[in-house]
């Protein structure tokens, strides 16, 4: 099981930014697409953002496109989320994940320990 290890949750105000970050120390990193999902209190999980293993491609989900990017970097092996212009509505709790190129959370095998995401009015 590879273990992928977060940090970069927080409060903030609405407007604000703040960046996830997610690695790890499986050599496989490059090999395989990351993405990040949500879940807010007595909600599903959801998907957020997907990033191919070359980085040649991502996907958004609506709710976020045009606020947040998703970027790796293999030689680190490090995975990021940069959310600008954060909304009540997006507070959370922010996973990452290790696996497939896709939305679904059975596309991915290995997931991070979660990190909360507080956006304030």
């Known amino acids: 099981q590879v273990q992928l290890e977060q940090s970069g949750g927080g409060l903030v105000q609405a407007g604000g930014s703040l960046r996830l970050s997610c690695s790890t120390s499986?050599?496989?990193?490059?090999?395989?697409?990351m993405g990040w999902f949500r879940q807010a209190p007595g909600k599903e999980r959801e998907f957020v953002a997907a990033?191919?293993?070359?980085?040649?491609?991502?996907h958004y989900a609506d709710s976020v496109k045009g606020r947040f990017t998703i970027s790796r970097y293999n030689d680190k092996n490090t995975v990021y989320l940069q959310m600008n212009s954060l909304k009540p509505e997006d507070t959370a709790v922010y996973y990452c994940?290790?696996?497939?190129?896709?939305?679904?959370?059975?596309?991915?095998?290995?997931w991070g320990q979660g990190t909360q995401v507080t956006v304030s009015a």
């Open positions: 994940a290790m696996g497939w190129y896709g939305t679904r959370q059975s596309d991915f095998g290995s």
């Open positions: 499986a050599r496989t990193f490059a090999n395989y697409a």
């Open positions: 990033i191919t293993w070359s980085a040649d491609s991502t």
